[in-house]
């Protein structure tokens, strides 16, 4: 069984990496500069830090500027945050390094849209790219998941010892009654 904490940090990394690519895009067509900006800004920040700092920052830190968060949407915040940074990297290397420019221009050539070329032409094979290092990215986002216990989140490995320590502890109250 997969952490919940994975997998939900895992699906919403898409929002934070795919509109990091999609940035690094728009920063190539000189569409957005001032965006493009902030998404390297978020992007080295990201991959500069220890994940437990950023944990301890989304957990202790927001309470000090007055944001208060349940540990478990602190936990997913952290996570998707770093697996979004890494996974923008991947994405951003499978679409811009591993197909060329002349993919695009056979698309436009041939008289499609950028859209229909990305779908066409440029995603198929950024996806075969993409997918061992975002796997990878997964596992070990799964393994990841411990640190979430310094923030308090009870994840899934935790549970089965929690569960045994109630049971010992009702085992041993029941049992000094009789």
Known sequence: MVSPLALVSFHRHADCGGGGADTDYARRRHLSPPAAGAVKVYISAIRGTPLLIQLCVVFDGLPAMGIF???LPAGIIGFS???GAYGSETVRA???VRCPKASGKAGASIGMGYLQT???IIAP???R???PPLSNSFISLVKDTS???TVTVTELFALPSIRQFLLRLSAGV???RS
């Open 69 to 71: 968060i349940d540990p």
């Open 118 to 120: 990305f779908r066409r």
């Open 125 to 127: 094979q950024a996806f």
């Open 94 to 96: 499978a679409i811009f």
């Open 174 to 176: 029941s049992g000094s």
């Open 81 to 83: 945050l770093n697996v």
């Open 147 to 149: 640190l979430a216990s």
């Open 129 to 131: 790219v993409a997918v």
